[in-house]
């Protein structure tokens, strides 16, 4: 079944300075990756999603690139302030099912002021 | 609106017994989902719904039971409680699958299963 591996799996940047976080995906025919922002004692949440036939997408300081070839996907946050802190999986929906999605086991990103 | 609600919030159980957490949304969502979480381990899929009537199975199934009677409301059941079981719940919810439609999730359960 797909499998969907995330790294780092902790990262700590200064705020202001830029994030990535990287997954690879196992399923060459997953189309649909997702990324939710679960911060502290809360439910997660999208922040932003990217489909199969775009390379890129952003939306303000938070950008998603999807290398297909590669079966890679990347979250980048620029500018990074200390609510960005929180914890961030991908996801990918797996070429068996699109009633689901795999999740990633996260990364914990910490902004220090 | 209230989105997606879960109950109770938090539950401590004993090995053997069983419970049932209620997962609840008015958004007329077709899609539900139970998922697992564990530190270190992301979300896990349990059991899902692709509407009402309908359950399959997820990533991780065992020990869990689930239904799906009215469309607003989706039910996980333990039927008797391990250690293993000990985890924080979350409920979602989608409009359509998952492929295609974002997924809202509750605020979450934490069970402790001593």
């Known amino acids: 079944g797909e499998n969907v591996e995330q790294h780092p799996s902790t990262l700590s940047v200064q705020e202001g300075d830029s994030a990535v976080i990287k997954c690879t995906y196992s399923d060459s025919a997953s189309n649909y990756f997702p990324w939710y922002k679960q911060e502290l004692g809360k439910r997660p949440q999208l922040i932003i999603d990217i489909r199969s036939n775009v390379g890129e997408k952003k939306d303000q300081r938070i950008a998603v690139t999807l290398n297909k070839t590669a079966k890679h996907f990347s979250l980048h946050i620029t500018e990074t302030q200390p609510e960005d802190s929180a914890v961030y999986f991908c996801a990918a929906t797996p070429k068996t099912s699109y009633d689901k999605v795999i999740f990633g086991p996260g990364t914990s990103l910490s902004v220090i002021p | 609106n209230a989105g997606v609600t879960q109950t109770p919030k938090f539950r401590v159980l004993k090995t053997g017994q069983s419970m049932t957490l209620l997962c609840a949304q008015d958004m007329n969502h077709e899609y539900m989902y139970w998922y697992r979480q564990d530190p270190g381990m992301g979300l896990r899929l349990i059991h899902y719904?692709?509407?009402?009537?309908?359950?399959a199975k997820g990533e991780v199934p065992d020990g869990y039971n689930v239904s799906r009677l009215k469309k607003q409301n989706f039910l996980l059941g333990l039927e008797s409680a391990a250690p293993s079981q000990t985890s924080v719940y979350f409920c979602?919810?989608?409009?359509?699958?998952?492929?295609?439609?974002?997924?809202?999730f509750g605020p979450g359960t934490r069970l402790t299963v001593t």
């Open positions: 719904s692709v509407g009402e009537g309908t359950t």
């Open positions: 979602a919810s989608s409009y359509g699958p998952t492929g295609a439609y974002e997924q809202y």
